[in-house]
């Protein structure tokens, strides 16, 4: 019998794969682990799960959480913070190692080129993504943990199109996308699909020890090309601004959230710079055998989004 526990599985790609691991290993045999056990979703209440209280800034809590489990699965913590992210990654990676895992699966994200390396450009880093660094000194110290371990990169969410496109508001009427750099390339993913590829992987008892893993979808769309689809699904013309990097913060600088402001916009630039890289560009058939199905198309995940006149859209 394997023991299993995740983090994560409140937010949009952990309650996913739950939602697929418990059909795939008993659900008893299943451990979430999370901050505010009293506040767990019904859906976990039902499962058969059971459920401990992990504060990533309590190390003591993650031990406590993590005993019994011979496999973790980290999801990443959601945070542009970047020692924070790290910190509350080793805290988790140490627990793990203490609390006697034998497996640590984490979840990064598709930019850079690990999975297939003979891409990267000679002399240059893997990503110059700011979103990237901290998934890449999180790899980097997992891999030296001395646990077995599987890195899995998850692909660009396609239902995070809109952080990509500009933060565009279709209810705004405006027709511009304004962004730096230039278009790029996304092998988009539907969270649904890296659900159950990740669950899989997981629950597998072989064949992806001390591997990293690219989960992407089978074909890329430009920015331009969801523009395109955007234009066709709302009647009316939508295109890319391409301008500096400082027209670009000066554009949206002023947003009623973290991404109106100028620190965090500059950060998300590097983001862009990545994408005309070919960062996010790399197909891999993994996911696709892995759920043993047609994928879920980008484009209806974007026309779902937008429901009739764009109100499904949430920035």
């Not at 979430?32 to 799960?49: D, F, K, M, Q, R």
């Not at 542009?80 to 609390?99: G, P, Q, S, Y």
């Not at 396609?158 to 705004?172: D, I, M, R, T």
Request: hydrophobic residues 40%; proline residues 4%; contains cysteine.
């Amino acid at each position: 019998m394997t023991k299993y526990v995740l983090t994560g599985a409140t937010g949009g790609l952990g309650s996913q794969v739950l939602l697929f691991l418990i059909h795939l290993v008993p659900a008893s045999d299943i451990i979430v682990s999370l901050h505010n056990p009293t506040g767990v979703s019904p859906t976990i209440a039902a499962s058969g799960v059971e459920v401990r209280k992990g504060d990533y800034a309590d190390p003591d809590s993650l031990r406590v959480a993590f005993a019994g489990a011979d496999k973790l699965l980290l999801i990443s913590h959601p945070s542009f913070d970047h020692e924070l992210r790290v910190r509350t990654h080793r805290n988790a990676i140490d627990a793990a190692k203490a609390a006697g895992c034998k497996h640590v699966y984490y979840t990064s994200l598709a930019f850079g080129f690990d999975a297939q390396k003979d891409l990267v450009p000679a002399g240059e880093p893997e990503s110059i993504a700011s979103i990237m660094q901290a998934h890449l000194d999180t790899e980097a110290y997992l891999r030296s943990s001395g646990l077995t371990y599987t890195i899995i990169r998850e692909g660009v969410y396609s239902e995070c199109w809109p952080l990509f496109f500009g933060f565009w508001p279709p209810v705004e009427g405006t027709n511009e996308v304004v962004i730096p750099h230039g278009d790029g390339a996304i092998a988009w993913a539907n969270r649904v699909d890296l659900g159950e590829g990740t669950a899989r992987i997981i629950s597998s008892t072989s064949g992806y020890e001390d591997r990293t893993l690219l989960l992407s979808g089978t074909h890329t769309v430009t920015l331009s090309s969801l523009a395109a689809t955007v234009s066709s699904v709302l009647n009316r013309p939508v295109h890319l601004k391409v301008v500096s990097v400082d027209q670009y913060i000066t554009t949206h600088t002023g947003r009623l959230t973290p991404r109106g402001e100028a620190a965090y916009l500059r950060e998300w630039a590097t983001m862009h710079h990545a994408l005309t890289r070919g960062e996010c560009s790399v197909i891999d058939s993994t996911l696709r055998e892995l759920v043993k199905r047609e994928l879920v198309p980008f484009e209806e995940t974007v026309t779902g989004m937008l429901g009739y006149g764009g109100e499904g859209v949430v920035l």
